[in-house]
């Protein structure tokens, strides 16, 4: 058997985690190269959320994309921890791609394999709870879903306990679509925030408004 075969209805997901933290620079972390603009010391990281899961046989590299305020703002990790230490003041987007190896007989198309992450220097969450050392995290979780993989795949990713799907694909020719599957409860976890609020605003308009049809009546009388 070719190792290039693709093993049908099954796709195999990979839990990862990805995401920055960040801490307020105190005296002590500055060296005389940290500019006197910088506020913050971040970390962007990618990892499976596994600590055992070896992806080298697959990942090439992942690049971080840094805004270009940064010097040399694409940077390439070869190999775990697939993480960027930077000091800066300000909040932007950071392109994390991961490179894969290619190959046929891996079957990957590596330039889906994009995350998108917000970097956050202060604190956006109402419902976190504020760290004592005022250390901010934005973590999210996700899968890498590798759908119908090459046996190669399937034999790298497999020799750990692993999630098992069964998977079919809606259309073999948007195979490449699909690989991350976003995970939005972090986001819903704000918006509902914001909905109670607006529910409580609404609330006391209301109340608001019946107090000044009361006074109206009271001043017609
Ligand atoms: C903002 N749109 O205005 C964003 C851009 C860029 C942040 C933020 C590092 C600068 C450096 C840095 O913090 N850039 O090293 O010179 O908020």
Redesign the pocket.
Known sequence: MSSAKRIKNVSISVPVLYGNTAVRLTPEMRTERT?VD?THEWTIFFKPVLDNIDLTPLLKRVTFKL?E??ENPVRSIEKPPYKVTET?????EIIIKLHFHSGSELGINEKNFQIFHALKLHPFNPQHPIKENGEVHSVLYDELVFQEPTERVFEYLTQKPLNLLPYKLSDPLKRDQEYIKTDELDEIARLDVYINKVKEEVENQRNQYKDLEQEKLALLQ
């Open positions: 500019p910088h805004h305020t940064y800066g003041w300000g909040e932007f």
